[in-house]
T-cell receptor, first 114, second 112 residues
Framework: DVKVTQSSRYLVKRTGEKVFLECVQD?????MFWYRQDPGLGLRLIYF???????EKGDIPEGYSVSREKKERFSLILESASTNQTSMYLC?????????????FGPGTRLTVL | RKEVEQDPGPFNVPEGATVAFNCTYS??????FFWYRQDCRKEPKLLMS???SGNEDGRFTAQLNRASQYISLLIRDSKLSDSATYLC?????????????FGKGTSLLVTP
């Protein structure tokens, strides 16, 4: 079974703090993704990566950065957390293209910024 | 990115009922299509892929109409455990990667 793990299930941070969210997948997937999910807005793509050290902006990259130094690990960084970044953060991974483009999700990190 | 639209519901149906969800997408170049299921406070999980010829998995049937840019999911003989949010998902196969475009989901509540 594919396994995608995230470093924390729940996280509480203060405004202005630097926040690291880590994601690890064990299926040698090329692609990895970070989403946030908010009520009424659905899943929104923040960043994705299709290879080590490669990254692409998604729909809402402002206020976020990412790092992919190893194939299995994709980190989301909030340089200076703000209250409007309170959300559920979901990491996902997939193989490249075609019929194998199903995304597998981690359990999510519920981040609260006070 | 272009839109994937779903009726948010909620759909409240009794056990044993048949229920259908619809989804429209605006990008005619979309390559592949999926239904995901998301339980409350859990991550989305793939329910089934949607093929041009239509496909069935037990009580679940998915249909794709490329001409109308329309996807459907039919659930027969609903169970209490089918209560969840169903996400319509489209792969737009953009040049810069393989990012899926998610609808906002349709909420289903199956009642005894």
């Amino acid at each position: 079974d594919v396994k995608v793990t995230q470093s924390s299930r729940y996280l509480v941070k203060r405004t202005g703090e630097k926040v690291f969210l880590e994601c690890v997948q064990d299926m040698d997937h090329e692609n990895m993704f970070w989403y946030r999910q908010d009520p009424g807005l659905g899943l929104r793509l923040i960043y994705f990566s299709y290879d080590v050290k490669m990254k692409e902006k998604g729909d809402i990259p402002e206020g976020y950065s990412v790092s992919r130094e190893k194939k299995e690990r994709f980190s989301l960084i909030l340089e200076s957390a703000s209250t409007n970044q309170t959300s559920m953060y979901l990491c996902a991974s997939s193989w490249v293209g075609g019929a194998k483009d199903t995304q597998y999700f981690g359990p999510g990190t519920r981040l609260t910024v006070l | 990115r272009k839109e994937v639209e779903q009726d948010p519901g909620p759909f409240n149906v009794p056990e044993g009922a048949t229920v259908a969800f619809n989804c429209t997408y605006s990008n005619s170049a979309s390559q592949s299509f999926f239904w995901y299921r998301q339980d409350c406070r859990k991550e989305p999980k793939l329910l089934m892929s949607v093929y041009s010829s239509g496909n069935e998995d037990g009580r679940f049937t998915a249909q794709l109409n490329r001409a109308s840019q329309y996807i459907s999911l039919l659930i027969r003989d609903s169970k209490l455990s089918d209560s969840a949010t169903y996400l319509c998902v489209v792969n737009e196969n953009s040049n810069s990667g393989y990012a899926l475009n998610f609808g906002k989901g349709t909420s289903l509540l199956v009642t005894p």
